[in-house]
């Protein structure tokens, strides 16, 4: 089974800033990688997927990440972010042979002006 | 824009007693998938359905824990008694077809058990 791990459960940064998420995962065969953003009181919305092709992807609200199979990591990037962008962030991960989203414990993004 | 609606948001019950929560996919989603997510944590699966019927409940505790989706469209997760460890939040998602399809998230029901 495949698992995840985000290594930063907090992450304050200042308006306009970059932030970047890190994620990494374990499993033994091809994985499909996700990351999704949970506001206050509210459900997760997809922010982008990996599932083939390029390892850059570009996702909503300027987000973008890179799946490096070397280092089994997916981290996550925005290079200025907005007051509007604090939330809970979560990497999630599944495979050919799990199919099941298994999803990282989240990392809190404050950001402060 | 087409959403998953769950009801209620909120629910306080106490231990012993039943609660039981809504979920309507976005129509023409075949699958249907409940988690539970504890404070702190990642959502966790709970139940899976394709169309009305189960393909993975093996995370559900099935002693006090049941789920159904009889007509292959809207689903009903039921505690029955609830215990105090099962306060946490329960998410309803779908997606069209298979794995890789995008999950669309409901709000949530926010449960805690007195």
């Known amino acids: 089974a495949q698992s995840v791990t985000q290594l930063d459960s907090q992450v304050p940064v200042f308006e306009e800033a970059p932030v970047e998420l890190r994620c990494n995962y374990s499993?033994?065969?091809?994985?499909?990688l996700f990351w999704y953003v949970q506001y206050p009181n509210q459900g997760l919305q997809l922010l982008l997927k990996?599932?083939?092709?390029?390892?850059l992807v570009k996702g909503i609200n300027g987000f973008e990440a890179e799946f490096n199979k070397s280092q089994t990591s997916f981290h996550l990037r925005k290079p200025s972010v907005h007051i509007s962008d604090t939330a809970e962030y979560f990497c999630?991960?599944?495979?050919?042979?799990?199919?099941?989203?298994?999803f990282g414990a989240g990392t809190t993004v404050t950001v402060r002006a | 824009e087409a959403e998953v609606a769950q009801s209620p948001r909120y629910k306080i019950t106490e231990k012993s007693q039943a609660v039981a929560f809504w979920c309507d996919p976005i129509?023409?989603?075949?699958?249907l998938y409940w988690y539970r997510q504890i404070l702190g944590q990642g959502p966790e699966l709970l139940v899976q359905?394709?169309?009305?019927?189960?393909?993975?409940d093996s995370q559900l505790p099935k002693d006090r824990f049941s789920a159904e989706r009889l007509k292959g469209v809207d689903s009903t997760l039921k505690i029955q008694p609830a215990e105090l460890g099962d306060s946490a939040m329960y998410l309803c998602a779908s997606s069209l077809y298979s794995y890789t399809d995008t999950q669309y998230f409901g709000p949530g029901t926010r449960l805690t058990v007195l």
């Open positions: 129509s023409g989603h075949a699958t």
């Open positions: 999630a991960v599944s495979s050919s042979n799990d199919y099941k989203l298994s």
């Open positions: 499993s033994s065969v091809s994985v499909y």
């Open positions: 359905f394709q169309d009305e019927s189960v393909v993975d």
């Open positions: 990996y599932l083939s092709g390029s390892t």
